[in-house]
């Protein structure tokens, strides 16, 4: 049983994962290789001066797995919620978690199918989002949004952000108290 499942390896989802796992917390990233950030080119992205949108998700990733995410090449099909856990089922396999973050970017067919609800977005060519509250929680228990699809601007630096919003309200949430992560120089 995992902590956290995230669905989704570009800047939201492998932001989120880097916090859930350095957190202590069980992470699975499921990557299904489809983020549009690897057909960017970034210039306005703090700390990433220039950085390809694959190599920024790449440094992600990396990042993620540093601190204990395990990452699975996968294209989740189904989120199956059960008396305790939820089930995201891929094509490869079935995970269990406690919690689901949905870091699909432009895409919402998975939540939707899963029973997540959705609204109009807001943003430019970007029809579909789900409908989450200030917390990245959505109408289903256990499963939150985070990035895109969850309604913020799909500039990275935000989508990122946003991943890491969540990823700390999961973490609060299952600790009982607000987490905090702030490392010093040594």
Not at 32 to 39: A, C, E, I, L
Not at 75 to 102: F, Q, R, W
Not at 152 to 176: P, Q, R, Y
Request: aromatic share 4%; net charge negative; glycine share 12%.
């Amino acid at each position: 049983m995992y902590d956290v499942v995230i669905i989704g390896a570009g800047p939201a989802g492998a932001s989120a994962g880097i916090f859930t796992s350095k957190a202590g917390k069980k992470t699975l990233i499921l990557d299904n290789d489809k983020s549009v950030t690897k057909r960017a080119w970034l210039d306005n992205h703090y700390g990433a001066p220039a950085i390809s949108g694959p190599d920024l998700v790449e440094t992600g990733k990396n990042q993620a797995k540093k601190f204990g995410a395990e990452i699975v090449q996968a294209d989740a099909t189904a989120i199956i919620k059960t008396e305790d856990h939820l089930v995201v089922v891929t094509e490869s396999g079935e995970y269990e978690a406690k919690h689901v973050i949905l870091a699909t970017g432009m895409g919402v067919d998975l939540g939707e199918k899963s029973g997540v609800n959705t609204k109009p977005g807001t943003e430019p060519r970007i029809k579909t989002i789900f409908d989450v509250d200030q917390a990245g929680k959505t109408n289903v228990e256990g499963i939150w949004a985070a990035g895109t699809c969850a309604g913020v601007s799909m500039h990275t630096i935000i989508t990122a952000g946003d991943g890491a919003k969540v990823a700390i309200n999961i973490v609060s949430e299952l600790n009982g108290e607000r987490y905090v992560d702030h490392d010093i120089i040594k």
